[in-house]
């Protein structure tokens, strides 16, 4: 099936994809507290992370680090939205695909103090 901006070439389309991730980002802060959480710790990382004394790599390894929790939990989130689109019933794949997810957004936030450690400690 293809979207509605598959049609659309330069310009027209970045501007639909655009206005789609906006959309995403939104509808994850307004339904995800768990995504509202992590955005609050980017807000107050990030700028920690720029002001360290790292090099300029390991600053945007600090950096990187937290965006990609954010990024996972945004995955994480459509992973479960499609799950429950198709079926609310508890099923072992349904658990499944929820289950992955969600250790996928561990393991991206276990990252985060292991980067910073690294980079910090040399």
């Known amino acids: 099936m293809n979207g509605p901006h598959k049609g659309k070439a330069g310009p027209a389309r970045l501007w639909g994809a655009l206005h789609h991730s906006l959309d995403g980002l939104s509808a994850a802060f307004r339904h995800k507290e768990a995504f509202r959480l992590e955005v609050v710790l980017a807000l107050v990382l990030i ?9 300029g790599a390991g600053k945007a390894m600090m950096v990187a680090s937290v965006l990609l929790v954010l990024v996972v939990e945004l995955i994480n989130t459509g992973i479960e939205a499609v799950t429950d689109r198709i079926s609310l019933e508890n099923h072992v794949l349904a658990k499944r695909a929820k289950d992955m997810g969600s250790a996928a957004v561990m393991l991206a936030a276990i990252d985060v103090p292991v980067v910073w450690l690294l980079v910090l400690l040399g």
Do not use: E, K, L, R
Request: hydrophobic share 45%.
């Open 47 to 55: 700028p920690v992370a720029v002001h360290t004394p790292a090099s």
